[in-house]
């Protein structure tokens, strides 16, 4: 069973950018992490992290029939990308979108989200410990 985890633009800068929002746990250790807890629940996790809109939509594209799941944190696409959103829709398997802050209490554009129509589920606000969520998460939707 393998659980594909795409990370969105400017989470590589994570730990680093605007700890007082996002924190200071890295994306290597939010990776680590998952690929721990994965093994543990009897998954493999894959992850995968772009600044650009195209290299996601063709690691969405690759999941097809691939994956079991699927996390996603589309960052700042969350807001901008149908691309992402329509490459979302051709999956068959779970996905759960998770945000580290909280959309909803932030600036109004934040606010809509392109790719919450087609998730599962949407996990946010809840900083790095949010993506142990989004793995359990998908991990019973795939046991039900």
């Known amino acids: 069973m393998v659980i594909d985890v795409i990370h969105g633009p400017n989470l590589n800068m994570l730990g680093r950018r605007e700890p007082d929002i996002y924190g200071t746990t890295t994306l290597a250790d939010i990776d680590r992490e998952l690929m721990k807890l994965g093994t543990s629940l009897g998954a493999d996790v894959e992850t995968f992290q772009s600044n ?21 944190n589309p960052a700042a696409y969350t807001h901008t990308s149908v691309a992402i959103r329509d490459a979302l829709s051709m999956l068959s398997c779970p996905i759960v979108e998770i945000h580290l802050s909280n959309i909803h209490k932030r ?11 087609v998730a599962d589920g949407i996990i946010a606000g809840f900083g790095a410990r949010g993506y142990r969520m989004a793995l359990e998460a998908v991990m019973e939707i795939i046991r039900e």
Do not use: K, L, N
Not at 107 to 117: I, N, W
């Open 52 to 72: 650009s809109e195209g290299e996601i939509v063709g690691r969405i594209q690759e999941a097809y029939g691939r994956v079991s799941g699927v996390i996603i």
């Open 107 to 117: 600036e109004p554009f934040r606010h809509h989200s392109y790719v919450s129509g």
